[in-house]
């Protein structure tokens, strides 16, 4: 039986809208956030190798893990000098980068990311949308940054040099800023990380980072990450792709840019197993292949188009390799013959999907024993399933949508039978807040109470879905709707192609029909394969139904692609409906 004065909290509680507990933490919770797993790694193992990574000097730089805490310690201590609190960080994957993620909020402040392939007017926008009041930048992208000093001259700029120095000739303003740091702190007590915001933080709700959308049809949007969604995302990360390995630590290649979606949360997930950041300043197939092989890389993650020309690279190092090495696989839905080839090559798929607003994966293919005693094919489309919600999420739902393809409230959920589309949703732990200074988008991200994916899907029965398409890239041809991803995946089974990308062209008979952009494989020329060829062979050798027979067939030299390898639809329309671009074509 309760206690009076218990009893009397407890109404209070209801009263007052809550408990003290919800307004007061208890003593045995504390607030969460990912910064620790870095300060944990150095007190664990502080020899343990942190970073391996060629510098723009062309230098070979290792970092343990007490020196790559010391940085971060140190810069966390300059802003935190300075009153920095919103920092834009615009570099490619560097160790500064890396620090950087941990020293911003360390000293209290918000990371935001920003993409180093925008044009400056869309970086100038986010900067100046996100209320930064200082910026880091690497060297080589420093002009990109031309547009915003105009109208910024005030604030800030921090350059990285990305050399192998720590002091002297070599170093730059951020390595200066560092060390400036690490002297302050020094110099006011030696405090280390207990004066900083790396343990806890004063609520595990506040906003730890503010990654952008893309904005390939509209500007960018702001996305709110917190601590607590940010820490949450990184444990299912660990576990969903195997990062904790039993019997040594992880080596994980950058190849993911780390300012999309703050590396899905994978600068803290590799700390947080003491793993070494192999960082990789622009995606080079041959050296990629290269460090696969001789710096014993254990994962990585990347995109399919990014893996489809990695799996077709003519490097001489470009061969199976020695031990597997999981491969985490998102951005856009891949197929099954990618998932053949990679096989092939020790490439062991994580297929994963999510988006921004999930901080990156929130499901996963989980492949089954019994999927072995498949035909290979079957057991590769399987595989390239979207599964099954993360560890730390809810299951993952599909909802039925109304003619205008928006879903239907209340949610109704489609028949588990893997033919009914509807729009994919998500609840739980790794959902963000909202969007950043824009209320009404926030409030139709969360319209039902769910957030809205905007992707199609069925599900099986046994609960794993399967992406169809975008719903602004569905094909309506005669009644019938045609998925350009399916079609895609259809096409590439062509011996001869690489890649393709499909989108919705005007037909006076059926309304719409599929027009198809194709790569063609390394040493096949446009003359040895034309879009004529491809047509006939969709309609009398492949699998494609004869509706979903592309209309037109061009060869291309490369596809449109954003920052995470995903084909832009909106400019294959626009080459659709003006003319494949001069220089485009092969």
Known sequence: MTSAPSRLRNVLGHLLGGSSTEQHPAHHISQLSPTYFLER???????????????????????????????????????????????????PNTPAFLESIYGIVAGGGVIVPVNIRLKPDDIAYILDFAEVDSIIVDAEYEGLLDAYRQTHPTIPIIVDLDTDANEGALCGPYDDAVLEGLHHDRRTGNHGWSALQSRTVANEDDMIAIPFTSGTTSKPKGVIYTHRGAYLATLA????????????????????????????????????????????????????????????????????????????????????????????????????????????????????????ETYGPITRGYPLPAWDALPKHERFERMARQGHGFLTSLGVRVVRVGEDGDAVVPLVDVARDGREVGEVVFEGNICVKGYYKDEEATRRLWEGGVLHSGDLAVMYEDGAVQIRDRAKDIIISGGENISSVALESMLVEHPDVLEAGVVAVPDSHWGERPKAYLTLREGVSAEGLKGEDVIEWARHQSAISKFMVPREVEVVRELPKTSTGKIKKNVLREWAKKGTPVGEGV
Not at 51 to 57: G, K, R
Not at 64 to 77: C, F, K, N
């Open 237 to 356: 990360n660990v576990v969903e792709s195997g990062l904790n390995l039993p019997s040594s630590h992880c080596k994980y290649l950058w190849t993911l840019p780390m300012f999309h979606a703050v590396g899905w949360t994978f600068p803290w997930a590799v700390c947080a197993v003491r793993g070494t950041h192999v960082c990789l300043r622009k995606i080079d197939y041959p050296l990629i292949w290269s460090l696969l092989h001789t710096q014993s890389i254990t994962h990585f993650n990347a995109a399919p188009t990014v893996l489809t020309l990695l799996c077709a690279s003519s490097s001489p190092s470009a061969s199976p390799l020695p031990a597997p090495v999981r491969v985490t696989v998102a951005a856009s839905p891949p197929s099954p013959r990618l998932f053949e080839r990679m096989s092939a090559l020790n490439l062991h798929p994580v297929h994963v999907y999510g988006l921004t």
């Open 41 to 91: 790694a150095a007190a664990i193992e502080p020899d343990a190798e942190a970073v391996y990574h060629v510098t723009a000097n062309g230098k070979v730089l290792r970092r343990s893990y007490m020196e790559l805490a010391d940085r971060a310690r140190g810069l966390a201590y300059f802003l935190r000098k300075n009153g920095y609190k919103r920092v834009g960080l615009i570099a």
